[in-house]
């Protein structure tokens, strides 16, 4: 399927999506919001792929927010249609069943950051920036930022970015929990590259239940979490990956996956 501001490239089990608007610095505007819903209905359904990635394209920003110059005309009508787009989009790729990689090349912010949070976990170039400061411009973060940043690192720290509008660095992101991993800027995709093929040579849905399992379990009490983690566990008991994977360890060989 083609997309008119996705770059989309699947090769070795990997599934490569990418903002392709460099000269907005990939602003998330209504079109490339459909496009990013889009290309999560088609992309992880392909049999070949089992990791995604979403990066931006050129060597200036992952996403750089959401597209302003849509906003002056805005009425409130039209903004909760952009804020329910928005939410539609980061939740698509927070409840894709692959694992979802966030490749962060440069500018981070408002909307694209949470782009990012959406994502499994994320990787930055040490040029990166990363911020939400819609404050700014006197809004406040509306596609999911103000509840999965609080999440991630806690309430005080996600206040104190959202209320100073302030962005920080890869460095800094990886310090308070943000950023998995900093890399190189011309390193950076090899680094995603190499956890994703870690990623691929295990058992894919043990991967995707487990993903699961810890999203839906995140909020709840642990008792409740627990539960649905001991409802979860026999499930992949019934998988024929489970069997070649307990009988490749007992064989000391590599396990031969078929997702299956």
Do not use: W
Not at 23 to 41: C, G, M, P, Q, Y
Not at 174 to 185: C, D
Not at 205 to 217: H, T
């Amino acid at each position: 399927m083609e997309y008119k501001n996705l770059l989309v490239e699947v090769r070795n089990g990997l599934g490569i999506i990418k903002i392709n608007r460099p000269k907005a610095l990939n602003a998330l505007n209504e079109e490339v919001l459909r496009d990013l819903i889009s290309a999560f209905h088609e992309v992880p359904r392909q049999g070949e792929v089992k990791v995604v990635v979403i990066t931006g394209e050129g060597d200036k920003a992952f996403v750089a927010g959401a597209d302003i110059a849509s906003m002056p005309e805005m009425s409130p009508l039209m903004a909760k249609e952009f804020c329910d787009l928005g939410h539609h989009a980061m939740r698509m790729v927070e409840t894709c069943a692959k694992p979802v990689i966030a490749a962060v090349n440069g500018f981070c912010l408002g909307g694209g950051f949470e782009l990012a949070l959406s994502c499994d976990f994320i990787y930055a170039a040490d040029n990166a920036k990363l911020g939400l400061p819609e404050v700014n411009l006197g809004i406040f973060p509306g596609f999911g930022g103000t509840q999965r940043l609080a999440r991630l690192i806690g309430k005080n720290r996600a206040k104190e970015l959202v209320f100073t509008a302030r962005m920080i660095s890869a460095k800094d992101a990886l310090e308070i929990g943000i950023v998995n991993k900093v890399s190189a800027p011309g390193e950076l995709m090899k680094d995603v590259e190499a956890t994703a093929a870690e990623i691929m040579a295990k058992g894919p849905i043990a991967v995707g239940l487990a993903k699961q399992v810890i999203n839906e379990g995140a909020d709840l009490d642990l008792v409740s979490g627990l539960a649905m983690e001991r409802a979860a566990f026999p499930l992949i008991f019934a998988t024929e990956d489970k069997t070649e994977g307990v009988k490749a360890f007992l064989e000391k060989r590599k396990a031969e996956f078929k997702g299956k």
